[in-house]
């Protein structure tokens, strides 16, 4: 019996440690897949419409590479789009590139963090991570993302 159990554990074991394998991809097309992922993360990312071949015109969708590299892809695509989605709106936020949107990103950052660690709402504890002339776009970002992932 003690055997048995051992042999059952070696083998639960030995299996966590090799990397985790696309859907009937298996190692040999375990790049295609990745580089799938990658590029459908990115295409999602960038606001691209979801097209595969966009990146590999030349791979065989009907080989078993080519099909795994589109699995990935719409894989990568749509997890991205998903966490799109999850994001918050950043409405009335600060210009881009300005000063006051650095501190507002920050401050949704850390408002963020905040609210997934389960802490209080209080944009006050990182007083050391804005110049008191940019509060109140940290606290706005804090304020707005906390509220978000609460």
Known sequence: MGRVVFGVVAAILS???LPALADNCG???QHAYETGVSDGRADAANGYDKRAM?????LDRESDRGKCYVKGYRIGYENAAADAENQPAHGNAPTPGSNERA???DGCLEGTRDAKASMSMAYERHADMYDSRFEPYFAQGYEECWKHFR
Do not use: C, W
């Open 103 to 105: 501190y507002y990103d």
């Open 15 to 17: 299996l966590g440690a």
């Open 27 to 29: 190692v040999d097309f």
């Open 54 to 58: 966009r990146h590999r015109p030349h």
